[in-house]
């Protein structure tokens, strides 16, 4: 058996590993070039565009995954975002979760809700138990999203899309919102759009 050839080895060894880095290096520079183009809409700084788009920074990683793979499968229907993931593969939006659940929750400045509409939003809770699942604050968790500070505009349009089952992707969901009085859930999303308490979770926020 001829001896090892230490010297040889090792530059095997280095070349594998700087292989390994740069390829990594590659990944992650991919990461940012297909991030670039959800920018456009949803905003160099997490500040979406218009109104009717949702803040991703900072959302739940499991949540983000899960509404791109139903954008992918038509199971959630929006002719943008389906556009926008048709082409990308289980691990790009994987990524991108990671991704956009590491950075910062914007602050969007929407007024905080009157007594009365804060009033009207903690009744409805009381009935349906949103923080059950949404918990306390509103900040979300794993797969359940994030509310607290989410575009006004944007919540009044989903809850509809749920109600009349345009948003199809949570059925559970749609019986909900259909069980809840439409009022209660106006004041809710007043509510939810004024509510922030940044770094409660320390999720995106620190
Ligand atoms: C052309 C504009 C546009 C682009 C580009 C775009 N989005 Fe969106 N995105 C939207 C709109 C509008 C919605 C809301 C869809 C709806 O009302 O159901 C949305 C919804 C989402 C949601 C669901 C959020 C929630 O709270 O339910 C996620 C996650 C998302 N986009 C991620 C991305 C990612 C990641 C990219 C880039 C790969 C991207 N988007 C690119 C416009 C865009
Ligand atoms: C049983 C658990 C549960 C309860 C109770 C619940 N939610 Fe949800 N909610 C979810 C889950 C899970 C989703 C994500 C659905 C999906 O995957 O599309 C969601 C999604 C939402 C969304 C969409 C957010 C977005 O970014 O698109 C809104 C708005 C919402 N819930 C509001 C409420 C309100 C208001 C209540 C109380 C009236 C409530 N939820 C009660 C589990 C719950």
Not at 17 to 36: H, L
Not at 115 to 124: C, E
Request: aromatic share 6%; proline share 6%; net charge negative.
């Amino acid at each position: 058996m001829p001896p090892l050839n230490i010297p040889r080895l090792s530059i095997m060894l280095m070349t594998l590993v700087a292989a390994f880095v740069q390829a990594s290096a590659a990944q992650a520079e991919a990461i940012e070039e297909k991030a670039a183009i959800c920018s456009t809409c949803h905003g160099e700084k997490g500040v979406p565009i218009d109104k009717v788009t949702p803040i991703i920074w900072g959302q739940m990683e499991g949540y983000i995954y899960l509404q791109l793979r139903d954008f992918k499968s038509g199971a959630r229907a929006n002719d943008l975002m389906q556009a926008v993931v048709a082409d990308l593969t289980k691990d790009d939006l994987k990524a991108l979760a990671a991704y956009f659940a590491a950075k910062p929750w914007p602050d969007l400045q929407q007024p905080s809700a009157s007594k009365d509409v804060a009033a009207a939003a903690l009744a409805l809770n009381t009935s349906v138990g949103c923080t059950g699942c949404h918990l306390g604050d509103y900040q979300g968790d794993s797969t359940v999203p994030r509310l607290a500070g989410q575009q006004h505009e944007y919540m009044d349009k989903t809850i509809n899309e749920f109600r009349d089952r345009t948003r199809a992707n949570n059925p559970g969901m749609s019986d909900l919102m259909i069980a809840s009085p439409p009022d209660g859930l106006k004041a809710m999303s007043a509510y939810l759009a004024g509510l922030q308490i940044l770094g409660s979770t320390g999720h995106g926020s620190r």
